[in-house]
Nanobody
Framework: QVQLVESGGGLVQAGGSLRLSCAAS????????MGWFRQAPGKEREFVAT????????DYADSVKGRFTISRDNVKNTMYLQMNSLKPEDAAIYYC?????????????????WGQGAQVTVSS
């Protein structure tokens, strides 16, 4: 089993920045593909970003490319999402997720473990 805990959510003005963290425990972190997803009220959960075992492979949703940066620290067993130039449409609950598969993926169904979510609110 893997436990994931997000932190760093909050309220930010449009154009501002926020950094989310995801702390993992219960399994070797370096053998987990990690990802960030988000869900706005009334909408489906959508892919945001993913990162491979060693951090060398990343992928981003088109809507956040160039503004968000995903990273991981396998010594601290922590994944991060740096969010810059935030827009009102970025407001959502952000979920940390982990997959046992090797290789990055955008598919929700490929992720085995999920955090409780972190609220991100962006004011216009």
């Amino acid at each position: 089993q893997v436990q994931l805990v997000e932190s760093g959510g909050g309220l930010v003005q449009a154009g501002g920045s926020l950094r989310l963290s995801c702390a993992a425990s219960g399994r070797t972190f370096s053998s987990l593909t990690m990802g960030w997803f988000r869900q706005a009220p009334g909408k489906e959960r959508e892919f945001v970003a993913t990162i491979g075992w060693g951090g060398g492979s990343t992928d981003y949703a088109d809507s956040v490319k160039g503004r968000f940066t995903i990273s991981r620290d396998n010594v601290k067993n922590t994944m991060y999402l740096q969010m810059n130039s935030l827009k009102p449409e970025d407001a959502a609950i952000y979920y940390c997720a982990a997959s046992r598969q090797y290789g990055i993926t955008r598919e929700v169904s490929r992720y085995d473990y999920w955090g409780q979510g972190a609220q991100v609110t962006v004011s216009s």
